[in-house]
């Protein structure tokens, strides 16, 4: 086997010196589910064919990660097994027909095979509304091991998910086992304790993972998606288990150079945000009210914080922030040099165009709704 090797060149992905393939632009940020892409037999047979086919568990994952895509179509990762909710929201986002999607096993092996060039984009699960951060890929950004330095946030979508315990077992009572992605499990909570105490509870990979585990154990139920009792021939025991109604998950799209131009144009709704993560002197009384305050000086609005252990010393962290603005832009631009002042570091995660706005009035349009309803009545 020759050896492998990669490098970067004006933005080129290189194979031994060939040209695999350019990045090209992703369509426009989309948001909620994915029924615009036809009936749910339609979106099984496209994850279907839109997969290549996943490598064994027993082969090394990070191997797999960066090996280059065979497709001469622009390539898509996300975490697999396919029908995942990280496939339905890739599919939400890229047309199988101009993209090959193709699953990876863990949300790492996403961040490898951007990183190395091996795909033009990944799909990453961010936060979920009702359980929060996905600690697992703001993990893989606070990049300790300074593995992912041209891994970049280029966009947002949005998937609603409503989970079902899958199965082969005829009811919940020859159930012994539930499988599914600590997310899933996290988003499901009051169903669980309501029905399901006592019975083991298994983290894996990713809810499609569980799914496919479970077709092989009658004794065993899965948490994943109603896709994914189609694709793995489960039955569905209970659907909508979820703890709440509007559970939404936010996924990021990732890609090895940043977003830099400013958008001249926003659609209706759409928001430029910039994510990016510092680190302040933990021995300095008030450094991270002095960093937050930067924001509030510069007229920025933050939509989202978080943090996650540094692992250099005990209790030393490393914070994150999402705010509206682009990096591309003066006002921004002034804002990071003053918070640089107050950081013992900053790194620019990239700026994207955001839906949320547009969500937000459709979620205030159904309370309304809801509202007037209940006037009514
Ligand atoms: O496990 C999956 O299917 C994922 O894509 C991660 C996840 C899990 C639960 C909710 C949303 C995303």
């Given at each position: 086997?020759?050896?492998?090797?990669?490098?970067?060149?004006?933005?080129?992905v290189?194979?031994?010196?060939?040209?695999?393939s350019?990045p090209?632009?992703?369509?426009?940020?989309?948001?909620?589910?994915?029924?615009?892409?036809?009936t749910?037999?339609?979106?099984?047979?496209?994850?279907?064919?839109?997969?290549?086919?996943p490598?064994s568990?027993y082969?090394?994952?990070?191997?797999?990660?960066?090996?280059p895509?065979?497709?001469p179509?622009?390539?898509?990762a996300?975490l697999?097994?396919?029908?995942?909710?990280?496939?339905?929201?890739?599919?939400?986002?890229?047309?199988?027909?101009?993209?090959?999607?193709?699953?990876?096993?863990?949300?790492?092996?996403v961040?490898?095979a951007?990183?190395?060039g091996?795909?033009?984009?990944?799909?990453v699960?961010?936060?979920?509304?009702t359980?929060?951060?996905?600690?697992?890929?703001?993990d893989?950004?606070?990049?300790?091991a300074?593995?992912?330095r041209?891994?970049?946030?280029?966009?947002v979508?949005?998937l609603?998910?409503?989970?079902?315990?899958?199965?082969?077992?005829?009811?919940?009572?020859?159930?012994?086992?539930?499988?599914s992605?600590?997310q899933?499990?996290?988003?499901?909570?009051?169903?669980?304790?309501?029905?399901?105490?006592g019975?083991?509870?298994i983290?894996?990979?990713?809810?499609?993972?569980?799914?496919?585990?479970?077709?092989g154990?009658?004794?065993?139920?899965?948490?994943?998606?109603?896709?994914?009792?189609?694709?793995?021939?489960?039955?569905?025991?209970?659907?909508?288990?979820?703890?709440?109604?509007?559970?939404?998950?936010?996924?990021?799209?990732?890609?090895?150079q940043?977003?830099?131009?400013?958008?001249?144009?926003?659609?209706p709704?759409?928001?430029?945000?910039?994510?990016?993560?510092?680190?302040?002197?933990?021995?300095?009384?008030g450094?991270l009210?002095d960093?937050?305050?930067v924001?509030?000086?510069?007229?920025?609005?933050l939509t989202?914080?978080?943090?996650?252990?540094?692992?250099?010393?005990?209790w030393?962290?490393?914070?994150?922030?999402?705010?509206?603005?682009?990096?591309?832009t003066?006002?921004?631009?002034?804002a990071?040099?003053e918070?640089r002042?107050?950081?013992?570091?900053?790194?620019?995660?990239?700026?994207?165009?955001?839906?949320?706005?547009?969500?937000?009035?459709?979620?205030?349009?159904?309370e309304?709704?809801?509202?007037?309803?209940?006037?009514?009545?």
């Open positions: 086997m020759p050896e492998i090797m990669w490098k970067r060149d004006r933005n080129l290189t194979y031994c010196g060939t040209p695999l350019s090209t632009p992703p369509p426009s940020a989309t948001t909620v589910g994915i029924s615009h892409l036809g749910p037999s339609l979106i099984v047979r496209n994850m279907v064919a839109s997969s290549v086919t490598v568990q082969q090394s994952s990070s191997i797999q990660a960066n090996m895509s065979t497709s179509l622009p390539s898509v996300y697999g097994p396919r029908s995942s909710y990280s496939h339905q929201a890739a599919l939400g986002r890229f047309d199988p027909a101009k993209y090959a999607l193709e699953p990876r096993t863990t949300i790492a092996d961040f490898i951007v990183q190395a091996a795909v033009a984009y990944g799909v699960p961010f936060e979920n509304s359980n929060g951060s996905v600690v697992f890929t703001l893989l950004f606070c990049d300790r300074r593995s992912f041209d891994t970049f946030v280029h966009g979508t949005y609603d998910v409503h989970h079902c315990l899958l199965s082969s077992a005829a009811s919940l009572s020859s159930v012994a086992r539930i499988y992605h600590p899933a499990f996290g988003q499901c909570e009051n169903w669980l304790g309501a029905n399901a105490r019975i083991e509870r983290d894996v990979s990713s809810t499609s993972k569980a799914a496919q585990i479970v077709a154990d009658a004794g065993a139920a899965a948490i994943a998606s109603k896709i994914a009792a189609d694709v793995h021939g489960l039955k569905v025991l209970a659907a909508n288990i979820e703890d709440s109604a509007d559970n939404t998950t936010r996924f990021f799209v990732l890609a090895a940043p977003e830099l131009k400013a958008p001249v144009s926003k659609g709704g759409e928001t430029d945000k910039t994510f990016l993560s510092f680190t302040v002197d933990h021995k300095i009384p450094a009210c960093s937050l305050k924001f509030k000086d510069f007229g920025l609005n989202s914080i978080s943090s996650r252990p540094s692992r250099l010393l005990p030393d962290y490393i914070f994150f922030v999402e705010f509206e603005g682009h990096s591309d003066q006002d921004v631009q002034s990071l040099d918070l002042k107050c950081c013992l570091s900053l790194r620019v995660l990239g700026s994207y165009k955001d839906h949320q706005r547009e969500r937000e009035e459709g979620s205030r349009d159904r309304s709704k809801v509202a007037e309803n209940g006037k009514a009545s």
